[in-house]
């Protein structure tokens, strides 16, 4: 890579390229409200948008702890697809029926998206390319088989399709891609442009947000919640949580996920690598290791790589490292050079991370507490941008108490699946995710790994937990 070294921050490319925004005013004082919102990211603002949706009129508070848009939702990939490779979890899940309507819905939620942004003019360079699954290793030659089957069995079989090496290098013809699926139901968006967007009409269509506001609890009661925060309280008769990976800090919340953290590198502009690749279509692409690699192109022609190897966090405390990591920005570096050594002497202009919030079944899960009147959402696993969407519809309409088909999909309450508690969670998953670092760094040279480490990567299966992929 070339000598200059990229800037290093906690909020990386997009929130930089997207530029400032005037932050709202902290909470002062009390307030009552229909629908009051914790958390401003994709999660909180389109439920907050939903909800003007189902009742126009309807008084909402949305509090934020830092700035909207300014946490994962406007730092992640961009990554825009349906859940079509999940089908083969989804349905050992929640039978044919209940696993097609989760994937039919994500799939509708690509396109939702897309329409939105032209409807409200928010450029957030959508753009609908479709998601390409590659493997770049001979490990990982097995890993979309099953849901490509599962896709085939259930009468879906031309949403995600194999593709042999051939195919898949006509896309991104990368030294190491062996083979891989295609899902059509894919697209790409600015994740930064997006945030801020839906912020903006958010405050045009009424909207009261409070930024540089923590709420430190929800209380109950027979007449609803109050939401507690430094500057004063909130009122109202339902409340939604919407924190990412801060719910792991949350009563009641605490065993249900894990948070753990993800990179990224974007480098200068490179047209001219994207047209020797023939990298030309705009394809969202990641391999298919457990702490997989994502990469896509930018609208002015930079590749944005990912890796989700960052580390795990003590419970909700992530304490920097979550955001800048340079030990796992430099293995990410070398990861892009391997996966395209054309671009070898090109500058990385900016390095990130951020947390992300990981469920046991790395499926999403929204739901309620015991009462009714508090609604909440998490576990998007590096993988929000659809979910959100889809999950602002459905906690909107918990919130407002009206049962539609979104309430009735089957993230909505599934059977609970426990992490382990501190610090046993820490400890135990920081040896499964050396171990699996292990695995694949032996995978890569095409190696097996030894049978100490092929234990230690099943104990999570083992436990009903699943790990990557």
């Given at each position: 890579m070339s000598g200059m070294e990229p800037?290093?921050?906690?909020?990386?490319?997009?929130?930089?390229?997207?530029?400032?925004?005037?932050?709202?005013?902290?909470?002062?004082?009390?307030?009552?409200?229909?629908?009051?919102?914790?958390?401003?990211?994709?999660?909180?603002?389109?439920?907050?948008?939903?909800?003007?949706?189902?009742?126009?009129?309807?008084?909402?508070?949305?509090?934020?702890?830092?700035?909207?848009?300014?946490?994962?939702?406007?730092?992640?990939?961009?990554?825009?697809?349906?859940?079509?490779?999940?089908?083969?979890?989804?349905?050992?899940?929640?039978?044919?029926?209940?696993?097609?309507?989760?994937?039919?819905?994500?799939?509708?939620?690509?396109?939702?998206?897309?329409?939105?942004?032209?409807?409200?003019?928010?450029?957030?360079?959508?753009?609908?390319?479709?998601?390409?699954?590659?493997?770049?290793?001979?490990?990982?030659?097995?890993?979309?088989?099953?849901?490509?089957?599962?896709?085939?069995?259930?009468?879906?079989?031309?949403?995600?399709?194999?593709?042999?090496?051939?195919?898949?290098?006509?896309?991104?013809?990368?030294?190491?891609?062996?083979?891989?699926?295609?899902?059509?139901?894919?697209?790409?968006?600015?994740?930064?442009?997006?945030?801020?967007?839906?912020?903006?009409?958010?405050?045009?269509?009424?909207?009261?947000?409070?930024?540089?506001?923590?709420?430190?609890?929800?209380?109950?009661?027979?007449?609803?919640?109050?939401?507690?925060?430094?500057?004063?309280?909130?009122?109202?008769?339902?409340?939604?949580?919407?924190?990412?990976?801060?719910?792991?800090?949350?009563?009641?919340?605490?065993?249900?996920?894990?948070?753990?953290?993800?990179?990224?590198?974007?480098?200068?502009?490179?047209?001219?690598?994207?047209?020797?690749l023939g990298w030309t279509g705009g394809e969202c692409i990641a391999d298919r290791r457990t702490f997989l690699h994502y990469f896509r192109t930018t609208r002015d022609d930079r590749i944005a790589f990912g890796w989700a190897g960052g580390r795990l966090a003590f419970g909700a405390r992530t304490g920097g490292r979550m955001e800048v990591d340079p030990a796992v920005i430099a293995q990410t570096r070398r990861d892009l050079l391997r996966v395209f050594p054309a671009l070898t002497g090109r500058a990385i202009t900016h390095a990130w991370g951020g947390p992300i919030d990981v469920s046991p079944t790395h499926l999403p899960v929204f739901g309620s507490r015991p009462g009714g009147r508090v609604h909440h959402g998490f576990g998007f696993t590096g993988n929000g941008v659809v979910p959100c969407h889809l999950g602002g519809r459905i906690l909107a309409a918990l919130a407002l108490d009206r049962r539609e088909a979104v309430t009735r999909l089957g993230l909505v309450e599934p059977p609970r699946v426990a992490v382990p508690p501190e610090p046993l969670r820490l400890v135990g998953g920081s040896i499964v995710r050396a171990a699996y670092l292990r695995r694949e760094r032996l995978e890569d040279d095409g190696r097996r790994a030894d049978p100490l480490t092929n234990f230690v990567t099943s104990i999570p299966a083992r436990l009903g937990v699943h790990i990557g992929r």
């Open positions: 800037a290093h921050t906690p909020h990386g490319f997009w929130l930089a390229e997207a530029g400032p925004v005037e932050p709202r005013p902290p909470l002062a004082g009390d307030l009552d409200a229909d629908v009051v919102i914790v958390g401003g990211g994709y999660t909180g603002m389109w439920t907050a948008w939903q909800i003007g949706e189902l009742a126009p009129g309807a008084r909402i508070a949305l509090l934020e702890a830092d700035r909207c848009g300014h946490g994962p939702s406007g730092r992640n990939g961009g990554f825009a697809h349906a859940m079509w490779d999940q089908l083969h979890d989804l349905r050992a899940r929640f039978g044919d029926a209940g696993g097609l309507d989760i994937a039919r819905a994500t799939a509708d939620a690509v396109d939702a998206l897309g329409a939105w942004c032209g409807a409200h003019g928010v450029d957030a360079w959508y753009r609908r390319a479709g998601y390409l699954q590659v493997a770049a290793s001979p490990a990982q030659d097995w890993v979309t088989g099953e849901a490509v089957a599962a896709c085939a069995a259930l009468g879906a079989g031309d949403e995600f399709v194999a593709l042999d090496a051939d195919a898949v290098r006509a896309r991104c013809a990368a030294p190491v891609f062996r083979g891989g699926a295609f899902m059509r139901a894919g697209a790409s968006v600015h994740p930064a442009r997006l945030a801020l967007g839906l912020r903006a009409r958010l405050l045009e269509r009424g909207v009261t947000i409070h930024e540089g506001t923590r709420v430190r609890r929800i209380a109950e009661g027979p007449a609803g919640v109050v939401a507690h925060a430094g500057g004063g309280r909130v009122r109202a008769p339902a409340a939604v949580l919407a924190v990412n990976a801060a719910a792991a800090g949350w009563p009641g919340l605490r065993l249900r996920l894990t948070v753990a953290s993800s990179h990224m590198v974007i480098t200068e502009p490179v047209p001219d690598v994207l047209e020797a």
